[in-house]
């Protein structure tokens, strides 16, 4: 006698470069796991996979065989952006743009075992089920633990100007926020700018302008945007200005700065401007991806300030932060509060 459960009868194809094998398996299920009919991926360098699932409830009722879905050649006017890495190694093929056929008219990230990570691919069935979906035979496992669906799609891009443009890309299941940062960085007697675009976790966005200014004519101006619809974080956003008038609060500031040791710097009263009413101390590496995608490297700042900030720069705790993809702040220490009053002690409202 069967156990009182559907049944699962998948049959299935996976074809990579050069390779290709075919799989059929037959069990027992729990019947919220098992979600049936064909379903079809295809990637780049000739790489796809083609799956079928049955089930019913009957005592011997999975006997026999079913059918690989086959896919059409014929073009449908979809395209995903798509590349594939596999094996060991983790080796990386150029990303390219891929011209789905037939009734693969979805973009899919997907995530899952036998070798297989991180697809972005064309998709005839989505389907969408926890990662941590068990199910008896290896295949069974493969296509439980696919997170697929209608992704949201975000502009990534990083550049040393203050915009940039690049295609939309999808987003892990995660990752259900579009970010824009723009900052504008003068060290001493260097300046330069950054804007990056990406998928981010929704928890990790936190919008709006923040300014920071420290002793030795230092200064830091960023804004941040976060959207959720597809393409939203196309264009840009302004870099915040502050104003030079004095607003009666006052900062001691020192900036240090330096990969091979710490440049001390001596401490100074520092009068606050504009909206930058908040005392900031920081420790810490900031990091900006900003070429690593075409070979030349991140760009890390190291340092340890203390000065004048805006509200916004609350933002800013201690550990790791994420302000978009390669972009984290790893704090030591973040200290911020209402900047002392003229003749007041740190922190007097």
Same mark, same amino acid.
């Given at each position: ?16 470069? @050069? ?13 919220? /796991? ?41 073009? /449908? ?145 960023? /804004? ?33 700065? @330096? ?91």
């Amino acid at each position: 006698m069967w156990v009182a459960l559907p049944l699962c009868l998948l049959s299935a194809l996976l074809a990579t470069e @050069g390779n290709s094998f075919s799989y059929t398996g037959k069990s027992c299920l729990e019947p919220e /796991n098992c979600e049936p009919g064909p379903f079809s991926l295809t990637y780049p360098h000739n790489v796809t996979v083609r799956a079928n699932i049955a089930c019913c409830d009957t005592d011997g009722c999975n006997a026999g065989a079913i059918p690989v879905p086959t896919v059409s050649s014929v073009p /449908n006017g979809r395209q995903c952006l798509s590349f594939f890495k596999s094996g060991a190694d983790h080796w990386q093929k150029k990303k390219e743009l891929l011209a789905c056929t037939g009734a693969e008219d979805h973009c899919v990230e997907d995530y899952g075992v036998l070798t297989l990570a991180c697809l972005p691919a064309c998709s005839g069935h989505c389907r969408k089920c926890p990662a941590t979906m068990w199910a008896p035979q290896p295949l069974c496992l493969l296509s439980a633990q696919l997170v697929t669906g209608d992704t949201l799609q975000c502009e990534v891009c990083a550049s040393e100007e203050q915009s940039c443009s690049g295609p939309l890309q999808p987003c892990a299941p995660s990752e259900g926020t579009c970010v824009t940062v723009v900052a504008e960085f003068r060290l001493e007697r260097n300046s330069f700018s950054y804007m990056g675009k990406s998928c981010l976790e929704p928890k990790n966005c936190e919008p709006g302008p923040f300014s920071l200014t420290y002793a030795h004519n230092v200064t830091v101006r960023v /804004n941040i945007a976060c959207c959720d619809t597809d393409g939203c974080n196309a264009g840009a956003i302004p870099v915040p200005s502050v104003s030079s008038v004095p607003n009666g609060r006052q900062c001691p500031s020192f900036f240090k700065m @330096g990969a091979d040791g710490w440049q001390e710097k001596e401490k100074e009263l520092l009068v606050c401007t504009g909206a930058e009413d908040h005392y900031v101390e920081e420790s810490g590496i900031l990091t900006l991806d900003k070429f690593s995608r075409w070979g030349r490297g991140d760009i890390k700042l190291r340092m340890t300030a203390a000065g004048c900030g805006s509200p916004g720069a609350c933002v800013k705790r201690a550990l790791v932060k994420k302000y978009a993809q390669g972009v984290p702040e790893i704090l030591s220490q973040a200290k911020c509060y209402p900047a002392p009053r003229a003749g007041g002690g740190i922190g007097e409202p």
